[in-house]
């Protein structure tokens, strides 16, 4: 969306001289960081609802638990937060990327 609203910019930019590299940095690392901000923000919440989920279960419902076992939090963690930073940061970049690729073309 930073590129659409800034196309102006990037075509001011592109005759003046600019390479494409200097105009396409700051989108795609804007793209990276809004990606990566976007995947941390659910992360967070969903740990901090599934660690009260749990508890709430361990303390309310032992009874029906007790033939069944929970994973941690950090377990399932360990796997979730890896993959979903990737897949935020990549959804970011090829965002930002294929955006600048039909605006770059002066």
């Known amino acids: 969306m930073g590129v659409t609203v800034r196309k102006d910019e990037i075509s001011i930019m592109k005759l003046i001289g600019a ?44 009874i029906i638990l007790g033939s069944m076992t929970l994973i941690p939090a950090k377990e399932i963690f360990a796997v979730l937060i890896p993959v979903t930073l990737i897949i935020g940061v990549g959804i970011g970049f090829l965002g930002s990327y294929f955006t600048l690729r039909r605006h770059i073309k002066v």
């Not at 940095?25 to 009260?52: K, N, Q, R, T, W």
């Open 19 to 62: 390479t494409d590299i200097f105009v396409k940095a700051p989108f795609v690392v804007e793209g990276v960081v809004i990606g990566l901000i976007g995947s941390v923000i659910p992360l967070v919440a969903v740990y901090g609802a599934y660690d009260y989920a749990l508890e709430y279960l361990l303390e309310k419902n032992s």
